[in-house]
């Protein structure tokens, strides 16, 4: 039962880790930029719900849509002026200035929270739903319903609108996109804008039942790295599927071996997945 329960836990963890991803393989399939500010950008979300509980008494699930526009504008200014000019650049170019960006964005947080470690009671963070022998925690079932939701407009918003189309075109080639007519500058600050925005909704979520802190980001940001490569770089339902599965494989690992190690279950299911399919469990041959 307690296996059981365990993997329940991890499938209700696994919708919030694929939300958290998906932002990441946006942002790396369009631009081809190693985002590794992606962690602290989900951070910010999770301080943003934390300051309107605090100061308003707004719940994380209303504070959602305040926290994820909130992160869509600075996503959209940080590709505009500081990312745009080096979306052609060597990729270390890329990964040294979100670096960067990860660790002055920390420090802005930790000048404006301090160091302390903070939460947020809601009256339903410590219920539970009783079925059976199994006991099914009230926050992280919102959370799970709730990055579903956002999960399904983010597809939705891919597939049906012109800007999602044109995304998915600068997405599979940039020189014909632009042949096309698509102002392919505009569309990667919109792209990068809808990772932040989505990386702060699941930020939202986990801000319901983890505490807050401001150093968790590079965490956050090598889980999400674990997640887009075992799911397959460039494919969305790849990154979510991966993010049930790590939910799930750290849920199991917690439990057979310590809290402390679940983090190396996902390295080492990571290592077992890319020597038999090193383009990942969805990801096409040669990318």
């Not at 998906?22 to 301080?47: D, K, P």
């Amino acid at each position: 039962m307690l296996y059981v329960q365990a993997l329940i836990n991890g499938v209700l963890l696994g919708a919030i880790y694929g939300l958290m991803a998906l932002g990441l393989s946006l942002i790396f399939g369009v631009l081809r930029i190693i985002n590794f500010a992606h962690g602290t950008l989900m951070v910010v979300g999770m301080y943003s719900s934390y300051w309107l509980f605090t100061v308003l008494g707004a719940d994380p699930y209303v504070s959602l849509l305040p926290a994820a526009a909130f992160l869509f504008l600075v996503g959209f200014v940080l590709q505009r002026y500081i990312l745009n000019p080096i979306v052609d650049a060597p990729e270390e170019m890329s990964f040294l200035t979100t670096l960067g960006l990860g660790l002055i964005i920390q420090n802005l947080i930790l000048m404006a929270f301090g160091p302390d470690v903070h939460t947020i009671d809601t009256a339903y963070k410590l219920s539970s739903l009783a079925v059976g022998e199994l006991n099914i925690d009230v926050a992280k079932l919102l959370a799970f319903g709730t990055s579903l939701v956002v999960t399904g407009v983010f597809f939705s918003f891919l597939q049906w609108s012109e800007t999602g189309r044109a995304i998915r075109a600068a997405s599979d080639n940039r020189e014909a996109a632009r042949l096309m007519g698509i102002d392919t500058k505009k569309i990667y600050c919109i792209a990068f804008a809808i990772g932040a925005a989505t990386t702060g909704a699941a930020g939202a979520c986990f801000s319901t039942f983890i505490p807050t802190s401001q150093d968790v980001g590079m965490l956050f940001t090598l889980t999400s790295f674990v997640i887009v490569i075992a799911g397959g770089v460039g494919t969305y339902h790849g990154t979510l599927i991966g993010g049930f599965l790590i939910g799930i494989v750290e849920e199991l690992g917690a439990v057979m071996l310590s809290g402390s190690m679940k983090q190396v279950v996902s390295f080492c299911l990571l290592m077992v997945i890319l020597f038999f399919r090193p383009q990942g469990l969805f990801g096409r041959e040669g990318d």
